[in-house]
């Protein structure tokens, strides 16, 4: 019963922010690593960003970023609410692409729909 629910993507102009929201449910998500990863058109998949377990409710855990991203994408979990959240910043047409939530660090096991985030002037 595992299941991940993205919403929150659209069309935005560069420049502009949209943040990515990752539900999950059928598991407590604070206790895994959760990641996000994107596909644009005729490209592989690509690791975006991922954040740490959070073992202790005090902490949200250790965020991990794609050097294309750093500085400009932000992850973070709201345990209470069991979501995982990509505040994305500064977008480009380059970051066009379905954006996925996972759950894992390395090696995902369970994987959300994927919502699409077009980025166009």
């Known amino acids: 019963q595992v299941q991940l629910v993205e919403s929150g993507g659209g069309l935005v102009l560069p420049g502009g922010s949209l943040t990515l929201s990752c539900a999950a449910s059928?598991?407590?998500?604070?206790?895994?690593?959760m990641s996000w990863y994107r596909q644009a058109p005729g490209k592989e998949r690509e690791l975006v960003a991922r954040?740490?377990?959070?073992?202790?409710?005090?902490?949200?855990?250790?965020?991990n970023y794609a050097d294309s991203v750093k500085g400009r994408f932000t992850i973070s979990r709201d345990n209470a609410k069991n979501t995982v959240y990509l505040q994305m910043n500064s977008l480009k047409p380059d970051d066009t692409a379905v954006y996925y939530c996972?759950?894992?660090?390395?090696?995902?096991?369970?994987w959300g729909q994927g919502t699409q985030v077009t980025v166009s002037s």
């Open positions: 996972a759950r894992g660090w390395s090696y995902p096991d369970y």
């Open positions: 059928g598991f407590t998500s604070s206790r895994y690593a």
């Open positions: 954040i740490t377990a959070a073992l202790q409710i005090t902490t949200g855990g250790h965020p």
